[in-house]
């Protein structure tokens, strides 16, 4: 099975900047959409950005601060974050077929093992 492996995370001071990075194992993220949701504990996931095509799509709470892109040869996709804030901390994971953005949460997802972001001073 198809697996994600996301890096980039991290502890960053309130404000600060870090970029997600999700490739496949298999060499190409041949997805028609994909994106990244986050879980902090205690809380709901929470669908975080999509991109499929050339559309770009984000959650209210990350609008403006975050920008989610892919590399022509499809072979990593990428979130930046900016401006961070302590309620940003999360686990955040790649997904394929953006569940919460463009579908529901129901059904096997394709996504990676996740990366601990830290928003904290």
């Known amino acids: 099975q198809e697996q994600l492996v996301e890096s980039g995370g991290g502890l960053v001071q309130p404000g600060g900047s870090l970029r997600l990075s999700c490739e496949a194992s298999?060499?190409?993220?041949?997805?028609?959409?994909i994106g990244w949701f986050r879980q902090a504990p205690g809380k709901e996931r929470e669908a975080v950005s999509c991109?499929?095509?050339?559309?770009?799509r984000y959650s209210e709470a990350v609008k403006g601060r975050f920008t989610i892109s892919r590399d022509k040869d499809k072979k990593t996709m990428y979130l930046q974050m900016n401006s961070l804030k302590p309620e940003d901390t999360a686990i955040y994971y790649c997904?394929?077929?953006?569940?919460?953005?463009?579908?529901?949460?129901?059904?096997?997802?394709?996504r990676g093992q996740g990366t601990q972001v830290t928003v904290s001073s």
């Open positions: 298999r060499g190409t993220l041949d997805y028609y959409a």
């Open positions: 991109i499929s095509d050339s559309t770009t």
């Open positions: 997904v394929a077929d953006c569940p919460g953005i463009l579908t529901g949460w129901g059904g096997l997802m394709i």
